[in-house]
């Protein structure tokens, strides 16, 4: 069967639509797994329910190790309090490899990472701090 030129164009401008359809929809997925990870600390999850805090980053290297900082927020009430926060990072964080250390904070190789939350003006703030051990 010969196919004229417009039924092969027609079938090209269908299959040019459904290639970019699932390369969208594949990247569309990529872009919300992004978004559940630190921007600067990309191994530590955002808990759900506070999104990171634009402008927040800060990064420094130092013959010892990277220095990074990072803060997240979210609207402090019944469906997230401290304790919440707290909570999921000492269930998160030992699956990454994260152990904890008597003073509160985690250790990894030769890493620490603190968590630091704070309540202000309804809002929970959660600020990570990622120094050399």
């Known amino acids: ?26 990247n569309a997925r990529q872009v919300s797994a992004d978004k559940s990870f630190f921007s600067v600390i990309s191994d530590l999850p955002v808990m759900p329910g506070l999104s990171e805090v634009t402008g927040s980053a800060v990064k420094f290297s130092t013959p010892q190790g990277r220095i990074l900082e990072i ?9 997230l309090r401290e304790n919440d926060v707290r909570s999921f990072y000492l269930q998160t964080l030992p699956q990454l490899g994260w152990e ?12 620490r990472l603190r968590l630091a939350i704070s309540v202000i003006r309804g809002m929970l703030i959660a600020q990570f701090s990622l120094t050399p051990k």
């Open 71 to 79: 803060s997240a927020s979210g609207k402090s009430g019944a469906k």
């Open 1 to 26: 069967m010969i196919l004229s030129a417009s039924h092969t164009k027609s079938i090209f401008k269908y299959f040019l639509l459904a290639t970019l359809f699932v390369f969208a929809i594949l």
């Open 100 to 111: 904890p250390s008597n003073d509160g904070s985690w250790v990894r190789e030769d890493e």
